[in-house]
């Protein structure tokens, strides 16, 4: 069974200090990784993902994200936050079987002034 | 262009009541996903449609859920016998093709209230 999992639930940083969110996944095979940001009032919105070929990946609004095999992981990283990026963010792992990804249950990012 | 719209975006209901919740995904994208969110997690996978045909359906909770894509377009997601614990928000996507090679655009879902 696929699993994801998010350990900080809450993560506060101050505007333009660097940021790293968690995430651990569990998969059979070669997983389909996933970083999402979902602001309030607004819909899911896919910030990179990671499917083969080189393990750190740029997505939109200055993030990355490095895919560890040997660790399970696909942390989230920015070099300096800025306060639009308070939100919820969610990791999510798929795999051939099409739709079919599995959630973690978020990491709110609080930005302080 | 316009995005994935869902309607209701509230609904409110009493237990044991019928509901049924409307997603329009992008123009000319095949693909469907709904999802479910309750508070404090993330999103869980409910059902997939490829054009009209549900490809994927093992994340239905129990019979009481059903989703129809009669025309590879609109879903329409129906509860039966609504109970209080299906209260949650209700997330559509839809893709141009086969997700996960292909970036899923989600709607700003249906927040579903059983009383």
């Known amino acids: 069974a696929q699993s994801v999992t998010q350990p900080d639930i809450h993560i506060t940083v101050s505007e333009g200090a660097s940021l790293e969110l968690r995430c651990n996944y569990s998969?059979?095979?070669?997983?389909?990784l996933f970083w999402y940001v979902q602001s309030p009032g607004q819909g899911l919105q896919l910030l990179l993902k990671y499917f083969s070929g080189d393990t750190l990946v740029q997505g939109i609004k200055g993030f990355e994200a490095e895919f560890k095999r040997s660790q399970s992981s696909f942390n989230l990283r920015k070099p300096s936050v800025h306060w639009s990026d308070a939100a919820e963010y969610f990791c999510a792992v798929g795999g051939a079987n099409a739709g079919k990804s599995t959630f973690g249950d978020g990491t709110t990012l609080t930005v302080k002034p | 262009g316009a995005g994935v719209s869902q309607t209701p975006s509230n609904k409110v209901t009493e237990k044991g009541k019928y509901v049924e919740l409307r997603c329009d995904p992008i123009?000319?994208?095949?693909?469907l996903y709904w999802y479910r969110q309750s508070l404090g997690q993330g999103p869980e996978f409910l059902i997939y449609f490829q054009g009209t045909g549900a490809a994927d359906d093992s994340g239905l909770p129990n019979d009481r859920f059903f989703a129809v894509r009669p025309e590879g377009s609109v879903s329409t997601l129906k509860i039966q016998r609504t109970e209080r614990g299906d209260s949650a928000v209700y997330l559509c996507a839809s893709s141009q093709l086969a997700y996960p090679y292909n970036e899923q655009f989600f709607g700003p879902g249906t927040r579903l209230t059983v009383l």
């Open positions: 998969y059979g095979a070669t997983p389909y």
């Open positions: 123009s000319g994208h095949t693909a």
